[in-house]
Structures are given as structure tokens and as C-alpha cells.
């Protein structure tokens, strides 16, 4: 295509951990109106979960700028940039204070970004506070078409606007798909930071694994980590398997892997999980994948999304032979595209941002949550960065464009290991005497 026809947007990206920095940066390369090239901007929201450089590579996607910022910055910094497309990849709350700091910022304004915000993977828990926190975006992206119908039943029922929710697919999904067995065969247990959340259950999958590798000393079992001691993801993570395996007599076909999802998944043959979006991401690529039932199949677990799926299994049935075949039904309306969809998922969202950055004008935004329907919420919401009722900037905020002195940059480096010295070490031990 002749470089003339080509139209750069500017997009700028705010996450708030790894995962919603992958889900939203990728996000913004998916979702670009055809003919366009992108000029990528990342702001990663400074808190427990800000991604160090080694969770950043491994997500694999690179940006043209990436910093650092608080809310109130990255508000102010909105105010000077002329930004086409902004992608909210925040927890609920945050996505809440930072659309109330922008219709703040940009007030009066009939030129703004089209404003973008959804879920990192599966939504299996607090559906309806988690879509009318992400009221008032101009899209509220829906990874499948399940999700899409759920968001829409959501603002409906409330008298909310549901014009804004948008189904597409999960961003990070491809690869090829899987055509046989790799030699050695290859069992892949993608854990999770959150679930299970306690010792017992935790040391129970994980004895669990290494005695299916003993069982099938033929196969290579990998344990698929999320994060090394010390990093945080959008989870905490109190036990890291890292320090569970410690001291266990380990065979050797059994190992700890790092790395991205998608070259594990190169050399799978059987992806197990609790209830990782690992799942998806296998199962469009067609691998046998099993979401485990060991620890039943609970609401608090997130494994209940797949019922219906044909994947749910326990380690006994695997060590046992058990091949999970997928229910094609299911499948189809959980965004997975395992059929070869996948390319024109997104094609709403674009011909949608398409039409608003071609439209001129653009109305101000307008979240579901006020200071009049929510007296009692928003407030709160807002508070924790920074901001008044209205999405004024609060006195004594974070200031704006000045760079952290060395004193800060220590300062910040030990609140955040005590925080993590506290989440790993402190809390399970008060939760252990509690339980005496």
C-alpha cells in the first residue's frame, strides 16, 4: 500500500500490571482502524503491581515511549497530548477514577481520544461491579460473544447505555495449531498467583504434577510459572510454587519454566490449569487442555466458567490416560475462534473507533457511577487516586512531570519490599496463627 494511504495514530496505553499491559497493548495493535499505523505510548500505573523489566520482555510487545506514572500524572499528561485512541487496561476501580479525571481534564472540549477498556481474560467474578466501573468508556470490549451478551443484559438491567459494549477476542491469542505429538510428549501445568490461595491445596496440585511425571517417565512434565518471588502480577501471589517445590524430590522429567505462554505452548501436548486464560489461548490453537476438578469445581476457583466446555478433569484421570475433547458450542461463543475466525474478530471495534475518530465531535464522557447515583461508592473509588468528587485532582497529589530525586526512588523501593515482604511472609503466618 502506497505510504500516503497510510493514517498514523497516535494511542497511548495505561495498565496496571503485566498482564493488563500485554492484554492492552496488544489491544491497541488489534484494534486500529485498517490502513493505520500506530504510534504506541505506555503509561504503567505506579502501585503493588507496576511490571518490573523482566515481566515487560516477557510479555514481548514493545513500545515507543514507557514510563511510570501516578493517576494524577498520567491526567495531566492527557491534558497536553493529542492522542487518537486511549486504552484503560486498569482493575474496575481504577478504569472508574481515571474516566471521571478525564471528562475532568477534557472538559469542554469537542476533540478528544476515543476511549477503550475491557478484561484481561475470563470474567468469573464480580460481573456486574466490574462492567458499571467501566461505564462510560466509548468501548467496553467483550472477548467473546458469551461476554457480550452478559455486559449488554448488565447496563441494560440498570437503565445503563449498552451501545458501548463491543465483542472481539482475547488480543494475545495465535500460533500455529497443534498438529500431533512432540517428542517427548508434553504436559504443561500453567499455575495461577491466586488460586488455589492456600498451602494445602497448593502443595496438593503440585504433588500432583510430579507424580504424574513420575507415573509417565516418558513424558516431560513443565510447570509454567507466572512470576518469580518478589514480582507481582495482577494477583498477589502469597506462595510461590517457586518455594513450595523446595526441598521435594523432584524426577527428572518434572522442571519450573518461565517465559512466554505462547512459545510453551509451541511444545505442549496437554495444557492443564485450574482456570488461566492459559486455556483459551490453547485451546484456539486446538491442544488437548484440561481445567482441573482436584479441588472441586467452585465459583472461588473460577473453574465453573468451563462447565459445559468438555475440559474438566481431575490428575487422577490424567495419570490414568483421559483426553479431554472440547465441546464445539462451548467453545465457539468463549471468544477462542478455534475455527479460523480469528482475524475479523475485531472488526467491529474497529469500524466503530473508525467512525468516532471520523465523526469530529465527540461527546463528553459519561460514566454510569456520580457523585449523585453512587454518593456512598464513587467518592471512595476516586480518593484512592487522588482525586475529589468531581475528578479534581486532590491537594497534595503527586506532582507532575518531576522525576522521582534519588531519596523517592529509595523510598519507593523499600515500601514496595516491605509491601511484598509483608504479602509473602507476615500474612500467611498471621493467617496460620489464626487458624490455630
Same mark, same amino acid.
Given at each position: 500500500?502506497?505510504?500516503?494511504?497510510?493514517?498514523?495514530?497516535?494511542?497511548?496505553?495505561?495498565?496496571?500490571?503485566?498482564?493488563?499491559?500485554?492484554?492492552?497493548?496488544?489491544?491497541?495493535?488489534?484494534?486500529?482502524?485498517?490502513?493505520?499505523?500506530?504510534?504506541? &505510548?505506555?503509561? $504503567?500505573?505506579?502501585? !503493588?503491581?507496576?511490571?518490573?523489566?523482566?515481566?515487560?520482555?516477557?510479555? +514481548? #510487545?514493545? /513500545? *515507543?515511549?514507557?514510563?511510570?506514572?501516578?493517576?494524577?500524572?498520567?491526567?495531566?499528561?492527557?491534558?497536553?497530548?493529542?492522542?487518537?485512541?486511549?486504552?484503560?487496561?486498569?482493575?474496575?476501580?481504577?478504569?472508574?477514577?481515571?474516566?471521571?479525571?478525564?471528562?475532568?481534564?477534557?472538559?469542554?472540549?469537542?476533540?478528544?481520544?476515543?476511549?477503550?477498556?475491557?478484561?484481561?481474560?475470563?470474567?468469573?467474578?464480580?460481573?456486574?461491579?466490574?462492567?458499571?466501573?467501566?461505564?462510560?468508556? &466509548?468501548?467496553? $470490549?467483550?472477548?467473546? !460473544?458469551?461476554?457480550?451478551?452478559?455486559?449488554?443484559?448488565?447496563?441494560? +438491567? #440498570?437503565? /445503563? *447505555?449498552?451501545?458501548?459494549?463491543?465483542?472481539?477476542?482475547?488480543?494475545?491469542?495465535?500460533?500455529?495449531?497443534?498438529?500431533?505429538?512432540?517428542?517427548?510428549?508434553?504436559?504443561?501445568?500453567?499455575?495461577?498467583?491466586?488460586?488455589?490461595?492456600?498451602?494445602?491445596?497448593?502443595?496438593?496440585?503440585?504433588?500432583?504434577?510430579?507424580?504424574?511425571?513420575?507415573?509417565?517417565?516418558?513424558?516431560?512434565?513443565?510447570?509454567?510459572?507466572?512470576?518469580?518471588?518478589?514480582?507481582?502480577?495482577?494477583?498477589?501471589?502469597?506462595?510461590?510454587?517457586?518455594?513450595?517445590?523446595?526441598?521435594?524430590?523432584?524426577?527428572?522429567?518434572?522442571?519450573?519454566?518461565?517465559?512466554?505462554?505462547?512459545?510453551?505452548?509451541?511444545?505442549?501436548?496437554?495444557?492443564?490449569?485450574?482456570?488461566?486464560?492459559?486455556?483459551?489461548?490453547?485451546?484456539?490453537?486446538?491442544?488437548?487442555?484440561?481445567?482441573?476438578?482436584?479441588?472441586?469445581?467452585?465459583?472461588?476457583?473460577?473453574?465453573?466458567?468451563?462447565?459445559?466446555?468438555?475440559?474438566?478433569?481431575?490428575?487422577?484421570?490424567?495419570?490414568?490416560?483421559?483426553?479431554?475433547?472440547?465441546?464445539?458450542?462451548?467453545?465457539?461463543?468463549?471468544?477462542?475462534?478455534?475455527?479460523?475466525?480469528?482475524?475479523?474478530?475485531?472488526?467491529?471495534?474497529?469500524?466503530?473507533?473508525?467512525?468516532?475518530?471520523?465523526?469530529?465531535?465527540?461527546?463528553?464522557?459519561?460514566?454510569?457511577?456520580?457523585?449523585?447515583?453512587?454518593?456512598?461508592?464513587?467518592?471512595?473509588?476516586?480518593?484512592?487516586?487522588?482525586?475529589?468528587?468531581?475528578?479534581?485532582?486532590?491537594?497534595?497529589?503527586?506532582?507532575?512531570?518531576?522525576?522521582?530525586?534519588?531519596?523517592?526512588?529509595?523510598?519507593?523501593?523499600?515500601?514496595?519490599?516491605?509491601?511484598?515482604?509483608?504479602?509473602?511472609?507476615?500474612?500467611?503466618?498471621?493467617?496460620?496463627?489464626?487458624?490455630?
Amino acid at each position: 500500500m502506497p505510504a500516503s494511504a497510510t493514517q498514523t495514530l497516535r494511542v497511548a496505553v495505561l495498565a496496571d500490571s503485566d498482564t493488563r499491559w500485554k492484554w492492552g497493548s496488544l489491544t491497541a495493535n488489534r484494534i486500529a482502524p485498517p490502513n493505520s499505523d500506530i504510534s504506541l &505510548d505506555g503509561y $504503567l500505573l505506579r502501585g !503493588r503491581a507496576t511490571p518490573t523489566a523482566r515481566q515487560l520482555k516477557e510479555v +514481548g #510487545v514493545t /513500545a *515507543d515511549s514507557l514510563r511510570e506514572v501516578t493517576a494524577v500524572e498520567f491526567l495531566r499528561a492527557m491534558e497536553k497530548e493529542p492522542y487518537d485512541i486511549l486504552v484503560l487496561s486498569l482493575v474496575g476501580g481504577g478504569v472508574q477514577a481515571m474516566l471521571h479525571g478525564l471528562a475532568r481534564a477534557w472538559d469542554g472540549r469537542t476533540k478528544r481520544p476515543v476511549v477503550v477498556t475491557g478484561y484481561v481474560g475470563v470474567v468469573y467474578e464480580k460481573l456486574t461491579d466490574g462492567l458499571l466501573l467501566r461505564h462510560g468508556a &466509548d468501548l467496553v $470490549l467483550a472477548n467473546s !460473544r458469551q461476554d457480550a451478551d452478559r455486559f449488554t443484559a448488565v447496563y441494560d +438491567g #440498570v437503565g /445503563a *447505555d449498552s451501545s458501548a459494549v463491543t465483542e472481539v477476542a482475547l488480543p494475545f491469542l495465535g500460533g500455529d495449531a497443534y498438529t500431533g505429538e512432540h517428542d517427548p510428549y508434553t504436559v504443561v501445568f500453567a499455575v495461577q498467583p491466586s488460586v488455589p490461595d492456600n498451602r494445602r491445596d497448593r502443595d496438593h496440585l503440585l504433588n500432583r504434577a510430579i507424580q504424574h511425571a513420575r507415573f509417565h517417565p516418558n513424558r516431560e512434565v513443565l510447570l509454567k510459572l507466572r512470576s518469580k518471588p518478589g514480582e507481582h502480577t495482577t494477583h498477589i501471589e502469597e506462595l510461590p510454587y517457586q518455594k513450595l517445590v523446595q526441598g521435594k524430590d523432584l524426577p527428572a522429567n518434572f522442571s519450573l519454566v518461565y517465559g512466554h505462554m505462547g512459545d510453551v505452548l509451541d511444545r505442549t501436548d496437554l495444557l492443564v490449569t485450574i482456570s488461566s486464560t492459559a486455556a483459551l489461548e490453547s485451546l484456539h490453537r486446538c491442544i488437548p487442555t484440561v481445567v482441573l476438578t482436584d479441588l472441586g469445581i467452585r465459583e472461588g476457583l473460577g473453574n465453573h466458567h468451563f462447565v459445559g466446555s468438555g475440559c474438566l478433569a481431575s490428575w487422577d484421570q490424567l495419570d490414568a490416560g483421559y483426553k479431554p475433547v472440547p465441546d464445539a458450542e462451548w467453545v465457539a461463543r468463549q471468544g477462542v475462534a478455534a475455527e479460523g475466525s480469528y482475524e475479523t474478530a475485531f472488526d467491529a471495534a474497529r469500524e466503530r473507533i473508525a467512525e468516532l475518530l471520523a465523526g469530529g465531535e465527540m461527546s463528553a464522557l459519561t460514566p454510569y457511577y456520580t457523585p449523585e447515583t453512587a454518593p456512598g461508592y464513587l467518592p471512595g473509588i476516586l480518593a484512592r487516586h487522588h482525586l475529589g468528587p468531581d475528578g479534581t485532582p486532590l491537594p497534595g497529589a503527586p506532582a507532575a512531570d518531576k522525576a522521582p530525586g534519588p531519596v523517592r526512588q529509595i523510598v519507593r523501593r523499600a515500601a514496595r519490599g516491605a509491601y511484598r515482604h509483608g504479602v509473602q511472609r507476615v500474612a500467611p503466618v498471621i493467617r496460620r496463627m489464626g487458624e490455630l
